[in-house]
């Protein structure tokens, strides 16, 4: 059965520290890659997508992701966060084709200090 | 667009009681999901229509749910009886085929049952 772990639960940093969230999938097909965001207070909201092409994609808000397909691996980065990217961040995975069913990780949350 | 929209924001209700959760989904949006969020399983997916028909409804956990979608604007998740173990935030999204798989989520139904 697919699955999607993410590593952190909880991390926290200080205003213009790098951030990498890493993200990993068990599923040997093609896959479709997501990460959500959940600011505090507001509902879930697309950050950026890899379905296919270059294995480096960029999101909004200066995020970006790498899908490492040997690794398994689709880790979000930011070069330097800011106290506004504190929430909770949700990596999510799904079959390619006509399946529209995402599987999940548990998310990571995240609190920068200014 | 007024987006994804859930009601109640909050509900509160007795073990045994029934509980009716409401979405209307982005006009235009042919895919409709509801998910249940919590803090030990994270994003779960209970079950996801296209064009009114329910797809997929593995995820819902027993026979006390029940989910409806008598047209394109509206969704119902139904909970008879309710649990404590029911409590848990309850989202719904939307998507449009061919939109890219970009999910767009109300605001959830906080859900607590004692």
């Known amino acids: 059965a697919q699955s999607v772990s993410q590593h952190n639960h909880h991390v926290i940093l200080s205003e213009a520290a ?10 040997g097909g093609t896959v479709n890659l997501f990460w959500y965001v959940q600011y505090p207070g507001q509902h879930l909201q697309l950050l950026l997508k890899y379905f296919s092409g270059d294995p480096l994609v960029k999101g909004i808000k200066g995020f970006e992701a790498e899908f490492i397909k040997s690794k398994f691996s689709f880790n ?8 506004s990217d504190t929430a909770e961040y ?12 995402l599987i ?7 609190a920068v200090n200014p | 667009d007024a987006g994804v929209i859930q009601s109640p924001r909050h509900e509160v209700t007795e ?30 997916l209970l079950i996801y229509f296209n064009n009114n028909v329910p797809i997929d409804d593995s995820g819902m956990p027993e026979d ?3 989910a409806k979608m008598p047209n394109a604007s509206f969704s119902t998740l139904k909970i008879q009886p309710s649990e404590p ?10 998507s449009r085929q061919g939109g890219g798989e970009k999910l767009f989520f109300g605001s959830g139904t906080q859900l607590s049952v004692l």
């Not at chain 2, 935030?89 to 939307?94: I, L, Q």
């Open chain 1, 18 to 27: 790098s951030l990498e969230l890493g993200c990993n999938y068990s599923y």
């Open chain 1, 76 to 83: 979000l980065r930011k070069p330097s966060v800011q106290w």
């Open chain 1, 90 to 101: 949700f990596c999510a995975v799904k079959s390619a084709g006509n399946n529209r069913k």
């Open chain 1, 104 to 110: 999940w990780g548990l998310g990571t949350s995240l």
């Open chain 2, 15 to 44: 073990m045994g009681q029934e509980v009716t959760l409401r979405c209307k989904p982005i006009s235009g949006h042919n895919s409709l999901f509801w998910y249940r969020q919590t803090m030990m399983r994270g994003l779960e």
């Open chain 2, 64 to 66: 006390r749910f029940s």
């Open chain 2, 85 to 94: 173990r029911d409590s848990a935030v309850y989202f719904c999204a939307s």
